[in-house]
């Protein structure tokens, strides 16, 4: 039976804070930091937001609105929020170079090995279970992006970066290629001070290179522009003025944090769940649209590119083999191989339909007359 919570003293509380960065460490996070529950202006811009609909179908984004503001509302008693950064980006992984290759498919770095979330809320769970250990029973609860928490805001404050104008957490000596994940308790821990300034500078290089033109300006993104969102998160038909910018994304899109200069002190992760499964890093795009359901299902078990489905990750591709630029005989393949996917859905035709006359319109643009 866990003991009773004990009430601490400040100096028991700051060796314990100290304690938790030190396991959260051990943990496999690379960096820890306590913050309080205030979300003050990051509510307000949250609100600015949502008034303006920028957040497209994202409709839970606007519903838990109550919930994001306060995390006490959402877990009760909750006094201090823990952020958690853990680094993901694979060693020896593409990232820029694979843009250029319309043929490949690019998925979000992110998303090549296991799906994060199980892994991170496992690890926060541990470190939960160490600080009951030492400080007796709590009101606790671990979340990791799946919940109503304002997670950047949180991670800003505890001093783990500034929010950059990609509106992307940034790390002055890791850039933003990790996941962030948070423990909610009632100890009421000393909190940590949050970087003075942003260090964005006068740079706009993430806003200028995005291909789709989603940011309305710093700090302010279109999300119904995004490639992550019309890749990820819509359900629908995906606006046909866009699909062109899409290029080969075909899951998410990470231009706005590989244009980042900070990313250049980027470091490689050592966890083996993060690495790429199936050669997604360097896949041929034919060749995933290739997959049955069957191995669809199969290969992106405990992936996070699952929650898409088939049918979107059809469509996805679809749309990426429609900016597909190949030879003649790749060509004919493709075409084969869309025709052959007909049938699925109306959803799935449409965007096919599409690619098809695209691959038409562009191999006749390159015929010689
Ligand atoms: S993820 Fe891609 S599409 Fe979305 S804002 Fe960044 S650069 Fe633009
Ligand atoms: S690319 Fe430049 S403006 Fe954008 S987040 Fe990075 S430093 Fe800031």
Known sequence: MTEASKSLSTVELDSLAANIKLWGRELGFQQVGITDTDTGEHSEHLRRWLDKQLHGEMSYMADREA??????????????????RMDYLPPNVETVKLLDHPDKAYLSRYALGRD??????KRIKTLADKIVEHTGERSQRAFVDSAPVLERAFAEKAG?????????????TMGSWFFLGELFTDLPLPIDTPQTSKHCGSCTACLDICPTKAFNGAFELDAR????????????????????????????????????PWNKFAKPTDEQDFKPRHGLDDADMLGLFLWTEQEFEKKTEGSAIRRIGYQRWLRNLAVGLGNSK???????????ALQSRKGISDLLDEHIHWALERLDTNSSAHTPS
Not at 160 to 172: D, F, P, R, Y
Not at 326 to 336: E, G, L, M, P, R
Request: charge should be positive.
């Open 67 to 84: 919930l994001r503001k306060d995390p006490a509302a959402l877990h009760e008693k909750t006094l201090r929020v823990i952020s958690l």
């Open 116 to 121: 994060y979330h199980k892994l991170i809320r």
């Open 160 to 172: 783990l970066g500034w929010i950059g104008k990609n509106t992307m957490l940034i790390n002055s």
């Open 225 to 260: 522009k995004c490639i992550s969102y019309l890749t990820i998160e819509l359900k629908s038909s995906i606006p046909i003025n866009l699909r062109p910018l899409i290029g080969n994304r075909v899951f998410g899109c990470d231009d706005c944090q590989i244009i980042c």
């Open 326 to 336: 190949q030879d003649n005989d790749k060509t004919a393949q493709t075409i084969a």
